[in-house]
């Protein structure tokens, strides 16, 4: 299937019969045992955060004053706003959400909301821009994307 034909799916399309396909994802999919027994402790958790957030601010070239970064187990809130990570401009606050996610992930939803950051501190950002699919998310999506594999490459242990 080309680009062009993908994009013309409708999500009926793609879903309309899940029944059909489920035999073919038995035959495709193999699914591992899942191993709990690689995992970081909380501090060496908390450590890779804050290497990674140094890290980050000094690729980005984000200016002083930093945002406030909390970090966060409330599920509902995640939940209730459908997102893993905020960034608010009126109080200058990063919110990620950590409960049950791997640090990969964490870290990721992390180098997402301080590219809204840098975005914000070089007037990229205006009312209204920032919704799902618009330039102002694709950018930090690849960005993200980008350099958290950059850092998985020196820090395997993040892939948890």
């Not at 601010?57 to 004053?65: A, R, V």
């Amino acid at each position: 299937m080309r680009a062009k034909e993908f994009t013309k799916l409708s999500s009926k399309t793609m879903y309309s019969e899940p029944e059909s396909y489920a035999h073919k994802l038995d035959d495709l999919v193999d699914l591992p045992t899942i191993n709990e027994s690689i995992k970081l402790t909380d501090d060496e958790r908390k450590e890779h955060i804050k290497k990674f957030i140094k890290w980050t601010i000094k690729l980005l070239n984000i200016e002083k004053p930093y945002p406030r970064m909390i970090f966060s187990n409330d599920t509902e809130k995640a939940q209730k706003g459908h997102h893993t990570g905020v960034h608010t401009s009126e109080d200058d606050t990063i919110w990620i959400y950590i409960g049950n996610r791997n640090l990969v992930d964490i870290l990721r939803t992390l180098m997402h909301e301080l590219t809204h950051e840098k975005q914000m501190q070089l007037n990229m950002v205006k009312p209204g821009d920032s919704y799902p699919g618009s330039p102002i998310e694709m950018l930090a999506d690849m960005v993200a994307g980008k350099y958290i594999k950059v850092w998985g490459k020196k820090h395997p242990e993040i892939f948890e």
